[in-house]
Each structure stands twice: as C-alpha cells, then as structure tokens.
C-alpha cells in the first residue's frame, strides 16, 4: 500500500474517531483537514513520501480559493430560503387547522389517527423540507390525542417519526440541495427525480398502517365517539388543504415548468409561507424575529459543515482519495448493479452513526462519479447519476430514524408525552425502516420512478 493511501485510510479513521469525543462535526472535519495537510507536507520534506499535490503550503491557498467559490454559489441561496419557508409555516397556523379538521374526520377509523398524520407528514414534506420542524410539530399536536386514544405507544412514535422524516425526500429538500451541489447537477431535475419515490414511500406508510391496525386491532383502536361527518366538515378539511397545496404548486410547479430556478422559487415559498402566516393572524414582529433566528442558526450550522467537508474534500483528493475509492470500487468482483448496492450498504450502514449532512458531504463526492462511469445498459451516465442520487437519498433517510445517531428519534422523545420512552419509539420505528428499505429495493429495481418526470418536464 502507498504512503498516500495510508494517509487516505487514516484521515477517515480519525474524522471517525474524532466524533466520538463530542466535538462539533465542523470543526472535527476542517481540523483533520489542517492535521493531514501539515502531515503531508512534513512527510514530503523529511522523508519524501509520495503524496500527490500535497507538497507544500500552498494547499493553504487553495483552501481560501474552494470556501469563496462555495459562497458565491448562488444555488446554496435556495437553503435559507427553504428553511424560513419551513419555519414560518410552522408558525402559520395551517398545520394546527389541518390537523384538527382530519382528526375528526379520519380519527373515526380504526388507524385513522394514524393515516391523518402521515397524510399531513406528506403536505409539510412538499412545503417545509424541514425535518426538526415536522416532526416536533407533529408530535405536539398528534402524539397526545393518540395516548388518549389507547394507541400503541411504540406504533403512535413510529408514525411521527416517519411521517416527519419525510420532509429530507420530498422536494423541496434542503438534503437534496446540498447533493446537487456537490454533484453538480441540476437542483430542478433532482426535485422530480425524487418526487415519485417520495410520495411512494408516503403510500407505503399508509398502506402498512391500514393492514398493521387491522391485523393487531390493540395499535389503533377507534374512539369512542365523535360527532357524524357533515358536508360542512368535509368543506372545511377540504379548505385546510388548499392553502399548502398553493404554496406546493408555486414552488414546485415554478421550478417543473421552467418558470423559475430554484433558487428563485425558493424566495417565493418564503413569501408565499408569510402570506399564510398573516392571513392566519399569526405574523408579528416576535414572529419574524424568531423565525429569522432559527434560519440563521440553522443556515450557519449547515454552512458550518459544508465548509468543513469542503476541506475535508480537498485534502482527500490531493491525497488521491478519488483514485483509491475508484480503484477499490471497480475492482469489486460485481457488476454495475453490485458496486451500487455496496455502496448503499455503506451509506445505509454510516447513518447508524453519522448524520446525513456528512454523509453527503464526504461520501457522495467520492463514489458519485464512479457511478456516472459505470456502464449501465439502459442509462446514459447522466440518468445513472440522478438515478443513484436519488436512490443514496432514499437510503439515508434512514439515518433519520436509526439509533444512536437518528436525529428524528431526538427530537421526538424531546416534545413526547412523559409515558412514551425512547425504548417504545426504537420499536416503533423498527417496520418504518423496513418500509424504507424496501423503497430503496423499489427504486433499484424500477429506475423509471425516479427518471420518468425528468424525462418529461423541462427544467431551467
């Protein structure tokens, strides 16, 4: 083995152990980043080992030269508008209408409860993107209705916690954002490339809470009473879906029919998202200031690490980390087919420890372009590359719901009735993870779930 594919395999084992200790992820990623350059460097000049570029400080340089070109990417400016998109409408009201509306018209059914949750889980995905915020919100207004209800508190967990972790697929996803990024891709292609195998995983919770409350009757039972269903209910649970279906459409449909870029009709999901919380009574100035906070915390966090990971990057491929991971990845005794699924299986595997903003950050960079070269029979390179992205973005929605490290069982547990422990949501979201799998399964096998709305729409 060469001295730069030790250093390779060693600077990825310290950024693993590193995040053990606690350190914030930013700096662990930009301070191994600095620690191997000033190796690489000693190691040149005293023993003259084989490094590739990595031979004097002028890796310094180009450290400045990447952190200017990410922040004059006007792509990423689509981030803290999608994020004030999602708080704001948070704080709107519309999710508390929705909510109450489809309590008392689905919460008559056995699993009802359940199906208005992830059925709203789907309308906050395509008009927050916003994890944290989905899942808390959903927790706050559902989870004490369903204890009172005698739903099973593990089954009642699981479905919040899904239901809310669908916002990092459905577009428009800040997860999805950073991936076009960094795989230079366009951001609109990816929002409908994702869409479909989105909305599928979202079926496929609903279909397995209609057969799980059937089957084990003790999940979900129905309430003892509420009133009758009236025209007039069905009129109002009708007009509390309008107005996210309005926003979805301006967003979406802006970008699908090359009206706008994405990062246009993010500015106008920001203000569309304000113009619900005034309609609603709930824009104030205590509002916006908070609202404005939270985005600027959350967007200098994100930043944070993607600055970290830029350099992180930078020193990997000076290293020649691109060429080590190509090498061992074509030379797999596999196929095209099987150098995917392994990959996946890594990706599937690190979101057991490490969030999924790392993931892509690290990982994706480094194993995306070995996927776009691969000969796939029916793909060109360019359907091969939003094809995996996709299917990589299905996978690590899964690093959202698995212990230790599943952010979305955090904050769960953290607004969560007192009689719901963290061992009741872990057995909650065990078939929620099954379900996912089996939408990566979907998606590797059916590719035209994810290309064929790309095939169709143009994209600015």
């Known amino acids: 083995m060469e001295t730069n594919e030790i250093l390779v395999l060693a600077m990825l084992a310290t950024f693993i152990a590193l995040l053990f200790t606690g ?29 590739y570029f990595l031979t004097d400080f002028r890796i310094f340089g180009v450290f400045i030269q990447r952190i200017y070109g990410q922040m004059s990417n006007w792509i990423l400016v689509a981030l803290p508008m999608f994020i004030f998109m999602g708080l704001m409408l948070e704080r709107s009201g519309v999710t508390e209408r929705l909510m109450s509306n489809f309590i008392l018209l689905f919460g008559r059914f056995r699993g009802g409860l359940a199906l208005g949750v992830v059925l709203i889980g789907i309308l906050l995905a395509a008009s927050t993107g916003i994890v944290g915020a989905s899942v808390v919100l959903l927790a706050v207004l559902s ?25 990092i697929l459905i577009p428009p996803s800040i997860m999805l954002i950073i991936m076009a990024d960094q795989m230079s891709v366009s951001v609109g292609n990816l929002f409908m490339g994702a869409l479909l195998p989105g909305l599928m995983l979202g079926g496929l919770y609903l279909v397995f809470i209609l057969v799980a409350a059937q089957l084990w009757r003790s999940l979900a039972p129905p309430p003892p009473d509420l009133p009758p269903v009236t025209g007039r209910l069905i009129a109002d649970t009708l007009l509390s879906v309008v107005p996210p279906l309005l926003l979805i459409f301006a967003v979406l449909g802006s970008i699908f029919f090359g009206v706008a870029t994405p990062t246009e009709a993010s500015g106008l999901g920001a203000f569309g998202a304000t113009l619900l919380a005034a309609a609603n009574g709930r824009l104030t100035w205590a509002v916006l200031r908070e609202v404005g906070q939270k985005t600027t915390l959350t967007t200098a966090f994100i930043f944070g690490i993607f600055l970290g990971a830029t350099l992180f990057a930078v020193v990997m491929r000076q290293l020649g980390g691109d060429e080590f991971i190509k090498e061992m990845l074509t030379g797999l005794p596999f196929g095209p087919n099987g150098i995917v699924l392994t990959i996946l299986l890594v990706a599937f595997l690190a ?8 993931i892509s950050l690290i990982m994706l960079p480094l194993v995306g372009p070995v996927v776009a070269a691969l000969p796939f ?84």
């Open 23 to 51: 350190f914030p992820v930013a700096w662990v990623l930009g301070g191994v980043s600095v620690l191997f350059s000033l190796l690489a460097i000693w190691g040149f000049e005293t023993f003259g080992w084989e490094t």
């Open 143 to 167: 989870m004490p209705i369903m204890m009172q209800q005698r739903y099973s508190k593990a089954f009642a967990s699981g479905v919040v916690a899904s239901a809310g972790t669908l916002g």
């Open 351 to 358: 979101g057991f420890f490490l969030d999924w903003l790392e």
């Open 377 to 460: 029979a029916a793909m060109t390179s360019d359907q091969a590359l939003i094809w995996f992205i996709v299917l990589f973005a299905v996978t690590l929605q899964t690093s959202f719901l698995t212990p230790p490290v599943g952010f979305s069982l955090f904050y769960l547990k953290g607004v969560a009735p007192k009689e719901v422990s963290i061992l009741d949501i872990y057995k909650g979201i065990v078939p929620f993870v099954g379900l996912q799998v089996l939408a990566v399964i979907l998606v590797f096998e059916f590719p035209q779930i994810v290309l064929w709305l790309p095939e169709h729409f143009l994209v600015r």
